[in-house]
């Protein structure tokens, strides 16, 4: 690629890592401080089913992959990531996004805004006590 086209890529990608630390308190990014490709993020939803997190955005219309393409069809922890020292629980709860020059700021910004909300409903119903989860099961099926 030409160095404005990775240019690009990189401001992409760091307004979204931006907008995801605004929006998504329960995000980290991995590896921002680190080399590391212009085009690609690493972000942990502490406290989510990241494989429930991918299948939601990929309803929305986002794009987003929990391990790489050789271990998609895997449902176990990256083995990447856990040789980088993450826990079972964080290396599933981490997804990867990426842009590419086609894509625009404003649809980061709205794809930020999908993945905040899908974020904070699957924490909302994740912090239920079973007690209140199954209350509310009840209380749909009347």
């Known amino acids: 690629f030409p160095v404005t086209i990775l240019r690009t890529m990189k401001s992409l990608r ?39 997190l991918m299948h939601r955005l990929s309803d929305a219309g986002i794009a987003c992959s929990q391990s790489s393409a050789c271990e998609s069809s895997s449902p176990r922890p990256s083995h990447v990531l856990k040789a980088l020292g993450f826990s079972d629980e964080d290396a599933l709860a981490t997804l990867r996004f990426s842009v ?31 007690n209140e989860a199954f209350d509310s099961f009840k209380g749909a099926q009347a």
């Open 14 to 52: 760091d307004l979204f890592e931006s907008l995801i630390i605004e929006r998504v308190p329960q995000a980290r990014i991995n590896f921002q401080a680190s080399e590391r490709v212009c085009n690609t993020s690493s972000v942990t939803f502490l406290g989510c089913d990241g494989q429930a």
């Open 100 to 130: 590419s020059p086609f894509n625009t700021s404003n649809e980061i910004e709205e794809s930020v805004g999908v993945l905040a909300d899908i974020v904070k409903q699957q924490v909302r119903f994740f912090s239920l006590t079973r």
